[in-house]
C-alpha cells in the first residue's frame, strides 16, 4: 500500500488551503490521504464530561473535513483519524509511515499559532512536511530550492529537482552567503580575497547541480549565487513569486543538536510560498 498524504487539520483558512493542496498532490500523485485532527485534551477538566463533547465535536469536525476534501478531488482515498494529545506529537507519529506531512500556517489555534505547530512538526517529522499558507499561486512560477554545499541540502535539491520536472516549472536553486566584510578582508594575504571566497561558493554551488541534466533533460536550472544577505533573508525574498520552496532541514551550521536548522525555522516564521522542508535519511557530518 502506498504511503498517504498525511493533512493536519483543524477549523482555520490556513488548513484548508493545506488540505486543497495536499488532495491536488495526492491526485496527481495517486496516493491516499489522511485526515487527523488533534484534541488536546490534557488539560482539560472532565468533571462535566467535556472530554467527551470536545472528542464528538472533533468526529463531527472529521466528518465535515472528510467530504469537503472529497469534493476537490473525488478519485482520492481519504482516511481520518482522531487522537489525542498535542498536534505536534501526533504528527510525528503519524510521520513515520506518511509520504508526507501537511499542515497549514496562520494564527487560529488556541494555544498558540499554527505557525508555531508548523515549526514544532518540521522540527521532529520522520519524512518531509509541507507547511502551506493562504498564499494565490495564480501568478505564480518556478520552483525554488535553497543550498549550502551540505548532504541535506543536496538531497533538497534532488527532491525540488523532482516537483519541477513533474509540474513543468523551471527549478532555481539558491546559495546564499555574506562575503567577508572588507576590515575582514584587510588581514589576509594579498589578492582579491572576496572574489576567491565567491569562486569558492560558485563550484559549490554547480557542484550541487551536477547530474541534474542527465536526469532530467527538459528541466531548465537557474543557479544564484546571492554574496549580500543570508540565506533566509535571500530564500524569503526569491520566494515571493514562486510556487514551491523547498528546504533541507538543516545546513552546515555548526548546532548539531538543533532538530530545526535556522534557515528553515526563519524561512516557517515568515512563510513567502507553500514550503517543504526535507527529511530524507540521517546525515552524519564528519567533526
Not at 150 to 157: D, G, I, R, W
Request: net charge negative.
Amino acid at each position: 500500500m502506498k504511503e498517504a498524504i498525511v493533512v493536519g487539520v483543524s477549523d482555520s483558512p490556513g488548513s484548508e488551503a493545506a488540505t486543497r493542496w495536499a488532495m491536488q498532490r495526492a491526485a496527481a500523485l495517486k496516493l491516499p490521504v489522511q485526515l487527523v485532527h488533534a484534541v488536546d485534551d490534557r488539560w482539560a477538566y472532565d468533571a462535566v464530561g467535556y472530554n467527551e463533547w470536545i472528542r464528538e465535536s472533533g468526529d463531527k469536525f472529521l466528518v465535515t473535513a472528510k467530504d469537503r476534501a472529497s469534493k476537490l478531488e473525488p478519485t482520492v482515498e481519504i482516511t481520518t483519524d482522531l487522537v489525542s494529545g498535542g498536534a505536534g506529537y501526533a504528527l510525528r507519529k503519524k510521520s513515520k509511515r506518511a509520504s508526507m506531512v501537511v499542515i497549514g500556517s496562520g494564527h487560529s489555534w488556541v494555544g498558540g499559532s499554527l505557525t508555531d505547530r508548523a515549526l514544532q512538526v518540521a522540527a521532529v517529522a520522520h519524512c518531509p512536511v509541507a507547511v502551506i499558507g493562504e498564499h494565490d499561486l495564480a501568478n505564480r512560477h518556478g520552483v525554488l530550492v535553497g543550498v549550502d554545499g551540505s548532504e541535506e541540502s543536496t538531497q533538497a535539491v534532488a527532491f525540488a529537482a523532482a516537483e519541477a520536472d513533474r509540474e513543468g516549472q523551471e527549478l532555481t536553486v539558491l546559495h546564499a552567503f555574506r562575503l567577508p566584510e572588507p576590515v575582514v578582508a584587510r588581514g589576509m594575504p594579498p589578492g582579491n580575497f572576496s572574489e576567491i571566497v565567491a569562486e569558492e561558493e560558485r563550484v559549490v554551488l554547480a557542484e550541487t547541480v551536477a547530474g541534474l541534466a542527465d536526469t532530467y533533460p527538459d528541466l531548465i536550472v537557474h543557479q544564484v549565487l546571492e554574496t549580500h544577505t543570508g540565506p533566509a533573508e535571500a530564500l524569503i525574498a526569491a520566494a515571493a513569486t514562486a510556487r514551491l520552496l523547498v528546504v533541507g532541514s538543516k545546513g552546515r551550521g555548526g548546532f548539531k543538536r538543533l532538530l530545526l536548522g535556522s534557515t528553515a525555522h526563519s524561512v516557517l516564521s515568515k512563510l513567502p510560498c507553500p514550503t517543504i522542508i526535507t527529511r530524507l535519511h540521517t546525515v552524519k557530518h564528519s567533526e
